[in-house]
């Protein structure tokens, strides 16, 4: 079974403080592993990909394997950051890829 | 346009009634997927399709049906609505290749009353 859990509901940090959101995840295999994000009345999208190992909007996330875990990382938050932060498993189910998520983190970035 | 919709972006219904929801993409992904979106629950998985004809439950699949005759189509029907179902669906469709991104519908918010 494929799992993704986010621990932290919500956050609240102060702009220009670093912030960093939890993802741990179990699969047993190869997973991929992404971080979507959602403002305020859009559609969710793709913020990072495991394989990619890109900064996007000065975030990074690293896979560790050992720990199963997948943080996502800012060294100075900013107030555009405000959004809902998604974790997600891409694994294989039994009728192919299944994309899991994880139940959210609220970040509240405050000026 | 290009791209993956929903209808009805809103929809109220009463507990019984049978509700449709439609999701459409343009791309021909392999890989759709429905979702409801709950606080405290984040997003949870309703059905996924790995193609036309194949499709397989999530982890909420009790009282929705799916079903995917045509790649570009992925109706989500709710075959007698309760309170519960009330939520924020989201229909997603992935590339059948490794690591690719999943679009999002803009959603469907459903009031069961």
């Known amino acids: 079974a494929q799992r993704v859990t986010q621990p932290e509901k919500l956050l609240s940090v102060f702009k220009g403080a670093p912030v960093e959101l939890k993802c741990n995840y179990s699969?047993?295999?190869?997973?991929?592993l992404f971080w979507y994000v959602q403002y305020s009345r859009q559609r969710l999208q793709l913020l990072l990909r495991?394989?990619s190992r890109e900064s996007i909007k000065g975030f990074t996330a690293d896979l560790n394997k050992g720990e199963t875990s997948f943080h996502l990382k800012k060294p100075f938050a900013q107030e555009e950051d405000s959004a809902m932060y998604y974790c997600?498993?891409?694994?294989?189910?039994?009728?192919?890829?299944?994309?899991?998520f994880g139940e959210g983190t609220q970040l509240t970035v405050n000026p | 346009d290009a791209g993956i919709t929903q209808s009805p972006r809103y929809k109220i219904t009463e507990t019984g009634r049978q509700v449709t929801l439609m999701c459409h993409q343009t791309?021909?992904?392999?890989?759709m997927f429905w979702y409801r979106q709950d606080l405290g629950h984040g997003l949870r998985l309703i059905y996924y399709?790995?193609?036309?004809?194949?499709?397989d439950k999530g982890e909420v699949p009790d009282g929705y049906v799916v079903s995917r005759s045509k790649t570009e189509n992925f109706p989500l029907t709710l075959e007698s609505a309760t309170r519960s179902q009330t939520s924020v669906y989201f229909c997603a469709t992935k590339d059948r290749w490794m690591n690719t991104e999943a679009f999002f519908g803009q959603g469907t918010r459903l009031t069961v009353v």
């Open positions: 495991h394989i």
């Open positions: 699969y047993s295999g190869s997973p991929e």
């Open positions: 997600a498993l891409s694994g294989q189910g039994t009728s192919g890829s299944r994309l899991t």
């Open positions: 791309w021909s992904h392999s890989y």
């Open positions: 399709s790995a193609a036309a004809d194949i499709t």
